[in-house]
């Protein structure tokens, strides 16, 4: 997902068995990205963006080493977040460096995540631009509710929740998405991705990008 400023919300995040992705971020985010190798991002077009990614189930040194290029890949880009496949990868694994709505910094990674279901009272709509790596230098408004919660497992295989507020709930939805083979302008109207898709073709990459065949 591709950087915006930081959305004004007051919800307070639920921290009881949930992940703790706030100790150590900056420590983790570049030892990540030192072990890790930059790759250039894939686009809207190439084949592995548009399907369902291939479940982990081996959580071994391939995928540690994965993870690392992924987070050396994301900072690249100037990205805050970043799904295997959109660096040509079929697995369901994502990569988040992202503020919430209080400035605080998450760092880490979910593999095999699921979207959960949120009570009605819980389904505020934040209609805020978002941007994706995938469709560079594209914007469009888009309703996502300003919090998400996200199932799956670490690096480890370890079961994990993570959750988020504002930006942060709009990263996650946005990465989890991803790896089912959508994109952000997949939910937009026809009128708006045609927009999108526009804005990308009138302007450069300020990253490297995989060009489609």
């Known amino acids: 997902m591709a950087q915006q400023p930081v959305f004004d919300h007051n919800e307070e995040r639920a921290a009881e068995g949930f992940v703790d992705d706030v100790t150590g971020a900056d420590e983790r985010e570049k030892a990540h990205r030192e072990r890790g190798t930059s790759r250039p991002i894939t686009v809207v077009g190439n084949p592995v963006l548009h399907k369902e990614c291939k479940d982990v189930t081996e959580f071994d040194d391939k995928l540690a080493q994965l993870i690392d290029d992924m987070f050396a890949s994301q900072r690249t880009a100037e990205g805050v977040g ?4 959109q660096i040509g990868v079929d697995l369901k694994v994502f990569v988040y460096d992202c503020l919430d709505d209080e400035g605080v910094r998450h760092v880490g990674a979910v593999c095999n995540p699921v979207l959960e279901d949120l009570p009605v009272e819980r389904r505020v709509l934040d209609d805020s631009n978002e941007g994706c790596l995938s469709v560079p230098g594209a914007y469009a408004e888009l309703a996502r509710p300003d919090y998400a919660v996200v199932s799956g497992q670490d690096a480890e295989g370890n079961p994990i929740k993570v959750a988020g507020t504002g930006y942060f709930a709009r990263c996650l939805q946005h990465e989890t998405d991803h790896l089912y083979g959508y994109l952000y302008i997949d939910r937009l109207s026809k009128r708006d991705r045609k927009d999108a ?7 450069e990459p300020r990253y490297p990008v995989v060009a489609n065949d």
Not at 82 to 85: F, P
Not at 197 to 203: G, I, T
């Open 82 to 85: 970043l799904a295997a496949n």
């Open 197 to 203: 898709l526009k804005q990308m073709a009138e302007r």
